[in-house]
DNA sequence: GCGTTTCCATACCGCCAAGGTATCGCTGCC
DNA sequence: GGCAGCGATACCTTGGCGGTATGGAAACGC
């Protein structure tokens, strides 16, 4: 199988319609028919189910794409990966913007100090996104949070541990209070994080991407919502702080792909490790 | 990229040589020269350093084979799983030949009883074979030996702990041994494993590629081994049983790629982590 | 019910690029 | 210096990829 076949398979099943997928590809559509039925009959497979009305994917053709993209995101890493070796050298590292700034710091300084480090690159990306990032390598390491990013398919270090805090804008009814539980939270306008990527819980309030865009939030008493108690380094004084007793702790790592162990990422992890 | 470039790619860096990269590949010497140098225009990274007496690799060229052979594989593996979603439904598990021989069996039969399981086929590979297996699509779950096998890029559940016993040809001088140390095993001929996969101490005995060819050269005197003490209940009686005292501990753990979650495979998983 | 619209498939054509053969040019070796 | 080995270059042929035009089936409007 080719990537270009790879690549049409994936615009049609997203798609689910021949001259979208055609005109997002940039070719016209009586190609890409004959590509997917080419592809089709090559792999013995009927990948959709298609009547001159609707087009949708076979069972394995949902097989087809999971493992398809996961494909072209390795192809697009190794790609991506073989020119920056011949470029810059350096290290790149993707974190949540306005998430782990402490850490993210701290890390950065020890790993410099030490004796034949390289350049790191920090990529700020929206929450969730840094598995893809690593995934089809615009990242070489990332900082994620446990429970709420994944790390299948990484290996990774724990970097520590912490309890959470419920941000609230300054004068809220809850603001006063020493401590609370999940419970009191239920009917709080927690943000709606993007559902594609990470596991996060659904919110009812705002729909945001990013810690910044979410603190602002809070200090305009549109959100509240339950971070890491490392955050409150950030905060401004016009939010108040409280802790969460039972909410689930969280974990930050340093992640990586796997085949990828050069000696520079080798030292960062160390450096990482031992804050 | 084209995968087809990247075959070839990683045939010229393999062999090191034009001439039988392009005979492997089935095309003639020229196309395959073309074929590379576009591929370094078309990257702007020069990939092999080459005299006309010789050919190496360089450094983004390291890069290339390493991330270009796992996404060869995750194209080869997009493709297999495909082609057998739309075949006969079922899982395959991948094991080493006469390893795990207790606990696959339980599994299996544990997981047939359950309601809604499906076929699980299993493939006995060589030693350290199974995540090239799982990577290439060629099995969908896998048992896996810590700290031998790596995970590395798989989710996986541990299934149980075991220490190791020293192997010996009946009427070996240690033989009678009620235990013995890890040091006590320095001068004896312990089994060299294949070195491509893996991660098993580097013996001084015959090549051995798996369990059962092993068990074959104890009994002949030929070779001693250190294996979980599971392997037991395989045993012929000519062959002495010692513990270990100071073995590495032994973690069978099941094993699966991340993104491939099927629920015959949650099922297969369930049943594995109730044994 | 018939025309219209919407989409995917088919037919046909032109062109690029992949593969083949022949040969060159460099290098190390007898 | 002749020779053998090996990668690069030159040149040709052709398969297949992409384009345009058109067919044909299904839903929809009046």
């Known amino acids: 199988m080719e990537t270009r076949e790879l690549r049409y398979f994936v615009a049609v099943a997203e798609e689910l319609h021949f ?34 009305r609707a087009v949708e994917l076979t069972a394995p053709g949902a097989v087809l794409l999971r493992e398809g993209r996961a494909a072209l995101d390795a192809v697009e890493a190794a790609e991506r990966r073989t020119r920056r ?11 949540k913007a306005g998430a782990a700034g402490e850490i993210l710091a701290k890390l950065l300084s020890a790993y410099a100090s030490e004796p034949g480090s390289t350049a790191v690159d920090v990529v700020l990306c929206r929450v969730g996104e840094q598995e893809k990032l690593l995934r089809d390598g615009r990242a070489d390491v990332a900082l994620l949070h446990l429970p709420f990013d994944s790390t299948a398919g990484f290996d990774y270090e724990e ?59 809070i200090s305009l008493g549109r959100a509240v919502a339950v971070l890491p108690e490392s955050c409150r380094s950030q905060l401004t004084d016009d ?35 031992r804050l």
């Open 85 to 95: 070796a011949s470029e810059t050298p350096g290290i790149v590292l993707a974190s």
């Open 159 to 217: 970097l520590g541990t912490e309890s959470q805090v419920l941000l609230l804008p300054l004068g809220h009814a809850l603001s006063t209070r020493s401590s609370i539980r999940m419970s009191d939270t239920a009917d709080l306008p927690l943000p709606r994080w993007p559902s594609r990527m990470g596991d996060y819980p659904p919110g009812t309030g705002p729909e945001v991407h990013d810690h910044t865009q979410l603190l602002q939030l």
């Open 19 to 52: 001259g979208r997928a055609a005109s997002r590809l940039g070719i016209a559509q009586p190609p890409l028919s004959r590509a997917i039925s080419q592809l089709e009959r090559r792999l013995g497979v009927e990948l959709f189910h298609r009547t001159s």
């Open 239 to 273: 939010i108040a702080v409280v802790p969460v007793l039972d909410a689930p702790l969280v974990t930050t790592v340093i992640a990586w792909p796997p085949h990828s162990r050069s000696r520079e990422l080798a030292g960062l992890v160390l450096a990482a490790t």
